[in-house]
């Protein structure tokens, strides 16, 4: 099994900047990837941004140039920097990790955290 805690989240006026943070823990070694998704209400959960241990991303369209996920590999930890934001980025946002994380689909999940962009 694998732990995933978030933190971060929180309340920003559109145009501002978020940072969220996810640790895992446990069974490390049974997954290569790491990535972030978000829900809003009334629609499916999506993948955001995710990236392999060995540096690959994946981005949706969304957000591209304007949130960057990186990772920290000794610390097992991946960061999701949202820059630009607009109401539509309004959602509960999941960390969640696998072995096909970076397409989309995730064995682990956190608990989530909201981001509320305000207009």
């Known amino acids: 099994q694998v732990q995933l805690v978030e933190s971060g989240g929180g309340l920003v006026q559109a145009g501002g900047s978020l940072r969220l943070s996810c640790a895992a823990s446990g069974s490390i070694f049974s997954i290569n990837a790491m990535g972030w998704y978000r829900q809003a209400p009334g629609k499916q959960r999506e993948l955001v941004a995710a990236?392999?241990?060995?540096?690959?991303?994946n981005y949706a369209d969304s957000v591209k140039g304007r949130f960057t996920i990186s990772r920290d590999n000794a610390k097992n930890t991946v960061y999701l920097q949202m820059h630009s934001l607009k109401p539509e980025d309004t959602a509960v946002y999941y960390c969640?990790?696998?072995?096909?994380?970076?397409?989309?689909?995730?064995?682990?999940w956190g608990q989530g955290t909201q981001v509320t962009v305000s207009s």
């Open positions: 990236v392999t241990w060995a540096g690959t991303t």
């Open positions: 969640g990790a696998g072995r096909r994380t970076i397409a989309g689909v995730s064995d682990y």
